[in-house]
């Protein structure tokens, strides 16, 4: 296997951002399940299968020991990296942010906006990080999607902009109505069953237009065409208001906002929907800036499978099969077994003999792997976290915290 036919447009590599208790951990579940489900159909059988894979999982570990784990929706390939969930100003914590694109922002509908929450929002404002808001628990009791958005905007002074209007809370919660489309999804089962126009409750109809109006008027705010065909009074396509949210959410004015209930397995497969139509890919983040330690020239490497290898060691983890890995986010370039790469922290040259790919239910080994992408390297003696691997014939060392204002080229 190797990395070859991978679109760098169809990566995204994001966290999962939230305060203790919020639900991350449930959610990056449901994630890989919903994932590892999808991405091999035949393989697990319907139903029963949810809980008996997440609880595997559980006992050897896997999900919740890895840096990073690979998963696939709809042609896309996920990284979800680790974020540390006790929140202090580490090293770590400053690397693993540094490795995301984008982050999904956990919050309980009942507790909203905690002083954790605030600490985590504050982190990924520094290091600039795109992210959309899954208010989570909308099952409980005192549930309010209404009041986390208001404290969203009032205590982080983000500007979030509802996607799905929930139809209920707590005990009553049935579904959303999807304010892009104007489509009622009722969370019947797992897979959500789409409501008929005529279905919908009017009470909750007129209430999904009025949202929609004013995310428009948001889009408006953020995008020119938008802004035209609002003022002409004309309609506005599904492709248009996609395409502008996706630049508000990338250049970060804007913050979509989903709901669900991890637990009770609604909103995740939407959830996913909105990783891969409003998060960043490797293309659309800025490229990333070092210092060629021979001159002490500024370096820069764009997210490129044909420049010279450039790559990050965020995390070394021991894995109890295969030893001591070194977690690498590659910035550019390629990743090929039997290379040697330079380590211009400690300046001593490492080859490379396994490169694994960590997925939730296994590790797979490959041969090469492209810009944009993470692996785990087995093997190497002497590098550590926060260290640059790269081509000798480019050497250079990433910088340390760099945070570079946001390039919108919505590749
Ligand atoms: P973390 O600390 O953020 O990783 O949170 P967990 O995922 O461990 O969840 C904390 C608690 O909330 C656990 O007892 C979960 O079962 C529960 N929980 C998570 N999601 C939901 C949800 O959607 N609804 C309800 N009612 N409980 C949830």
């Known amino acids: 296997m190797s990395d070859a036919g991978i679109d760098i447009r169809k990566i995204r590599n994001i966290g999962i951002a939230a305060h203790i208790d919020a639900g991350k951990t449930t959610t990056s579940e449901r994630i890989l399940f919903y994932t590892g489900k999808i991405h091999r159909i035949g393989e697990v059988h319907e139903g029963a299968a949810t809980m008996d894979f997440m609880d595997q999982e559980r006992e050897r570990g896997i999900t919740i020991s890895s840096a990073a784990t690979t998963c696939y929706w709809k042609e896309y390939m996920i990284n979800l990296i680790d974020t540390p969930g006790h929140v202090d100003f580490t090293m770590e914590v400053e690397r693993s942010l540094r490795v995301l ?26 290091y600039r990080v795109p992210r959309i808001a899954f208010v989570n628990k909308m099952d409980r009791v005192g549930a309010n999607f209404f009041d986390v958005m208001k404290q969203i905007k009032e205590r982080l002074g983000a500007n979030p ?25 009722e969370y019947a089962d797992e897979l959500g069953t789409r409501l008929e126009l005529e279905e919908i409750p009017q009470a909750f109809l007129a209430e999904a237009k009025k949202w929609r109006e004013r995310l428009i008027e948001a889009l408006a705010e953020v995008d020119d065409e938008i802004m035209e065909s609002y003022l002409e009074g004309r309609e506005i396509s599904e492709e248009s208001i996609k395409r502008a949210l996706r630049f508000g959410t990338i250049s970060l004015k804007l913050v979509p906002m989903l709901c669900g209930s991890a637990l009770k397995n609604k909103g995740i497969q939407l959830l996913l929907d909105a990783v891969i139509d409003y998060l960043p890919s490797p293309l659309d983040i800025p490229p990333v800036k070092g210092v060629d330690p021979r001159t002490g ?12 290898f450039t790559a990050l060691a965020f995390k070394v983890l021991v894995d109890p099969y295969v030893g001591r890995v070194v977690y690498t986010r590659i910035y550019s370039g390629k990743l090929h077994t039997g290379m040697s790469v330079l380590n211009t922290n400690t300046g001593k040259k490492e080859r ?5 790919r960590v997925h939730a239910n296994k590790r797979e080994d490959i041969e090469s792997a492209l810009a944009g992408t993470i692996v785990a390297i087995p093997g190497l003696k002497n590098t550590r976290t926060g260290d640059t691997l790269c081509d000798e014939k480019g050497p250079v060392v990433l910088e340390g915290m760099n945070i570079p204002e946001p390039v919108i080229s919505l590749a």
């Open 101 to 126: 694109d984008g982050a999904v922002a956990v919050f309980c509908a009942v507790g909203g906006v905690e002083p954790q929450s605030e600490t985590v929002w504050r982190q990924l404002d520094k």
């Open 161 to 185: 902009v509802p996607i799905q209007l929930p139809m209920g809370a707590e005990d009553a919660f049935k579904g959303i109505i999807d304010l892009i489309t104007m489509q009622a999804i």
């Open 297 to 308: 020239e500024e370096v820069i490497r764009h997210t490129d499978a044909e420049a010279p």
């Open 352 to 356: 490379i003999g396994r490169i694994l």
